[in-house]
């Protein structure tokens, strides 16, 4: 069975742009989630997404945004990007939304913002 | 808010030994998962080991096991014969089951193993 896929795996921007992650679940798994990682910040949640709809969303600005396609592929967007956005973007799938199922991680994209 | 503290930065462990790693977490909930998550430099994520905190057994997986203390929210880590493999970050997670379930991250420690 393959794992969670992301794409790009890496992905070089500059200040003001914008940019979108795709993130590929497992087959089955309907929950998507994306975590941002930082050496200063840890991994902080952004949000998750069940059935199309987002459920939970973390404490960052509206510039990220996200959604997901009925196949359960999400996309997540950051716009107008600024330097403090570089970092690691996980997606983490899971076979429902709001239950006890361990979370599967993919291997991530790294943005750099120059 | 939950919290998950891990204070410890760094741990080194000589091969075939055994190494613990801290976790430490608050919450006010009485149900709530948590976990182990594995990152080596590989980048992915991932899951070492599972305790529901309804469970007074502790977990195992093999040489992982875990030592949870609900009174003290504590949630260590052991590693039995430390292998090379092993060298990676540790995070440690919290998670709360229902409408706002999230995984809540401490900061991670960085292990290394010992030729």
């Known amino acids: 069975k393959a794992g969670v896929t992301q794409t790009p795996r890496y992905l070089i921007k500059t200040r003001g742009q914008q940019v979108t992650l795709s993130c590929s679940p497992i087959?089955?798994?309907?929950?998507v989630s994306w975590y941002q990682q930082t050496p200063g910040q840890g991994l902080q949640f952004l949000f998750e997404?069940?059935?199309?709809?987002?459920?939970n969303k973390g404490n960052f600005p509206g510039r990220f945004s996200g959604r997901q396609f009925s196949n359960s592929r999400s996309e997540m967007n950051v716009s107008t990007l600024e330097l403090g956005d570089s970092a690691l973007y996980l997606c983490?799938?899971?076979?429902?939304?709001?239950?006890?199922?361990?979370?599967?991680f993919g291997d991530g994209t790294r943005l750099s913002i120059l | 808010a939950q919290t998950v503290t891990q204070s410890q930065p760094e741990m080194s462990v000589q091969e075939a030994e055994t190494v613990t790693l801290s976790c430490t977490y608050d919450t006010s909930e009485s149900n709530y998962y948590l976990f182990w998550y594995k990152q080596p430099p590989s980048r992915q994520m991932i899951l070492v080991i599972r305790q529901e905190a309804y469970k007074q057994q502790n977990a195992t997986e093999n040489r992982f096991s875990v030592n949870f203390q609900k009174a003290a929210k504590s949630f260590s880590l052991k590693i039995s014969d430390s292998q090379l493999g092993d060298t990676a970050m540790y995070f440690c997670a919290f998670m709360k089951p229902g409408a706002n379930s999230k995984l809540t991250f401490g900061k991670g420690i960085t292990l290394s193993v010992r030729p």
């Open positions: 983490a799938s899971s076979l429902v939304w709001g239950a006890d199922q361990p979370q599967h």
């Open positions: 087959s089955g798994h309907r929950s």
């Open positions: 997404y069940f059935s199309e709809t987002q459920r």
